[in-house]
């Protein structure tokens, strides 16, 4: 079946503008996580929704950056007033249930946002 | 100090050869552990999760030493293919904690 999905693959904004990148997860679900890798540095954890809710938002480095997924399912990481510190590859990931038990976490190919 | 830390090489092996990779962490809480692998600018995919009693699957080992907090990774009989970046991870309270990454190279 098909796996996670990110658009776009690529992303190029100017200082200052607002971006919005968009994570499918697989079907059914519910557990879905937000990273953020730096070049030659792990994942780093943003954000983590069990549903609609977002279980743990204490990765988000400040308020410029927020995400949602209304019903569930889509999830969108919106970013405000983008930094060049904010140039990363942002990766999302699903997984059945949550952290709480060992599923395996499925990971898209990733957003690369540069800002200028 | 890092939840997770790894050493980041690179390991340059021929082809053949045995590799280990070590990971320690820093919550005694922590409970859960993997091993991901990730290609050059590709994502993470879960190479093994990683048991107390230790799991083969077969050309790798993973090992899990609580009481010192480390965990290793063991590569038999190296392949081109396994040339990547291994990334530790560790699930702590509910979030997942990468480490670094170490990179492998695997020669002819």
Request: hydrophobic share 30%; aromatic share 12%.
């Amino acid at each position: 079946g098909a796996g996670v999905s990110q658009t776009p693959s690529n992303k190029v904004t100017e200082k200052g503008k607002y971006v919005e990148l968009r994570c499918d997860p697989i079907s059914g679900h519910t557990a879905l996580y937000w990273y953020r890798q730096s070049l030659g540095q792990g994942p780093e954890f943003l954000i983590y929704f069990q549903g609609t809710g977002a279980a743990d938002d204490s990765g988000l480095p400040n308020d410029r950056f927020f995400a949602v997924r209304p019903e569930g399912s889509v999830s969108t990481l919106k970013i405000q007033r983008t930094e060049r510190g904010d140039s990363a590859m942002y990766l999302c990931a699903s997984s059945p249930s949550g952290p709480g038990s060992v599923d395996t976490q499925y990971f898209g190919p990733g957003t690369r946002l540069t800002v200028l | 100090r890092k939840e997770v830390e790894q050493d980041p090489g690179p390991f340059n092996v021929p082809e053949g050869a045995t590799v280990a990779f070590n990971c320690t962490y820093s919550n005694s809480a922590s409970q859960s552990f993997f091993w991901y692998r990730q290609d050059c600018r590709k994502e993470p995919k879960l190479l093994m999760s990683v048991y107390s009693s230790g799991n083969e699957d077969g050309r790798f080992t993973a090992q899990l030493n609580r009481a010192s907090q480390y965990i290793s990774l063991l590569i038999r009989d190296s392949k081109l293919s396994d040339s990547a970046t291994y990334l530790c991870v560790v699930n702590t309270f509910n979030k997942f904690y990468f480490g670094s990454g170490t990179k492998l190279n695997v020669k002819p």
